[in-house]
């Protein structure tokens, strides 16, 4: 599992134009297994954790632990799928 911060997530590029800064708004996050089928997104309001997995598989894409708005550091962070 990796960790991103929240200024790696700042700075993912955009697939549409492959900008970090384009205000296109979006960020498309996809499962390896099946990237056709979409995700699904559960947010557990105890952890303050989005858990986004694959549609078919339930296979882990991304954890995004968010932290209160103009938070810095360890609130403000994603963990990645697997190996």
């Known amino acids: 599992m990796k ?3 929240a ?3 700042r700075d993912l ?3 549409t134009c492959g900008s970090s800064a384009c205000g296109h708004g ?3 996050l996809l499962a390896k297994c099946h990237p056709r089928a979409g995700t699904r997104t559960a947010y557990d309001p105890q952890t303050h954790q989005l858990v986004i997995t694959c549609n ?3 296979a882990h894409v991304i ?4 932290g209160p708005s103009g938070s ?3 609130g403000n962070q994603a963990s990645t799928g697997g190996a």
Not at 63 to 66: A, H, P, Q, R, S
């Open 13 to 15: 590029r955009c697939v």
């Open 56 to 58: 078919i598989c339930d």
């Open 7 to 9: 200024e790696q997530l």
């Open 72 to 74: 810095q550091g360890a």
């Open 26 to 28: 979006s960020l498309l």
């Open 3 to 5: 960790i991103l911060s």
């Open 63 to 66: 954890t995004i632990t968010l």
